[in-house]
């Protein structure tokens, strides 16, 4: 079966930065997009960032100048880099990958086992 791992996650105060790594590991054809997503709690979750496999990057507006998501193809890596962090940051985490296992299969999402983000004020 795939995993994807993450690490990275922690306390920090607004203003500060933190940075997110997350690896697939397991049987993998082949990876389309990887990403983040964030949950509040009681709500769904959003996307902060989605990088395809021809580099094609798309940020959440709320991220946008502040957060840079950077994929390394040759270890199925995406990380999060954080700065500027706001309060309303605050969430847990999630890695996203679209994988083929095998390839007569379509791709599917698979998930990190998230990681929580705590941004004091």
């Known amino acids: 079966q795939v995993q994807l791992v993450e690490s990275g996650g922690g306390l920090v105060q607004a203003g500060g930065s933190l940075r997110l790594s997350c690896a697939a590991a397991?049987?993998?054809?082949?990876?389309?997009?990887m990403g983040w997503y964030r949950q509040f709690p009681g709500k769904q979750r959003e996307l902060v960032v989605v990088i395809t496999n021809d580099g094609n990057t798309r940020y959440a507006d709320s991220v946008k100048g502040r957060f840079t998501g950077s994929r390394d193809n040759a270890k199925n890596a995406v990380s999060l880099q954080m700065n500027s962090l706001k309060p309303e940051d605050t969430a847990v985490y999630y890695c996203?990958?679209?994988?083929?296992?095998?390839?007569?299969?379509?791709?599917?999402?698979?998930w990190g086992q998230g990681t929580q983000v705590t941004v004091s004020s």
């Open positions: 397991g049987s993998i054809s082949s990876i389309r997009s």
């Open positions: 996203n990958a679209e994988i083929r296992t095998i390839l007569p299969l379509p791709f599917r999402d698979y």
